[in-house]
């Protein structure tokens, strides 16, 4: 269910509200990510985050790739290896923009709770379309991972 609250003022913009079991799971760019994604940029909206839970099972990797627009990421549960260095739950990442998002792997799976915003410096938008709804995941080989 999404809930809007009426704005307390005529020049602000309300919040909004998404329960995490109001959302399906999705097919994710790289192997073993499935993930719900709360809000995500739309033609009406397009500098809405990306925001939501990306579901890891065991095994998952990407290979080390450029995103133009920003991130946070917060580990809530599972043991991740980024760039070589482990990290666990309660770590929060912050990816500025531009980045190379760094070699990922785990071993136990787990869930991050995602946020990917337009750049500050780079105006670069994050992409919902082709990356968070896959019908059918492609061979990380086929993958373009220097944009």
Do not use: C
């Amino acid at each position: 269910m999404t809930t809007v609250r009426k704005a307390s003022r005529k020049d602000h913009k309300p919040y909004e509200t998404r329960h995490f079991d109001d959302v399906e799971w999705e097919t994710i760019r790289w192997p073993g990510e499935t993930g719900k994604m709360l809000f995500h940029p739309r033609p009406e909206r397009p500098t809405e985050p990306n925001a939501g839970i990306l579901r890891l099972e065991p095994g998952a990797y990407h290979p080390e790739h450029y995103h133009g627009f920003a991130q946070v990421w917060h580990i809530l549960k599972g043991e991740f290896l980024i760039d070589g260095t482990p990290h666990g739950p309660g770590t929060v990442l912050f990816h500025p923009d531009p980045h190379f998002e760094g070699e990922f792997r785990t071993e136990t799976g787990g869930e991050i709770f995602i946020v990917q915003y337009p750049g500050p410096t780079t105006g670069e938008r994050p992409i919902y379309s082709g990356r968070f709804n896959m019908a059918e995941r492609k061979a990380v080989a086929s993958e373009r991972v220097d944009l």
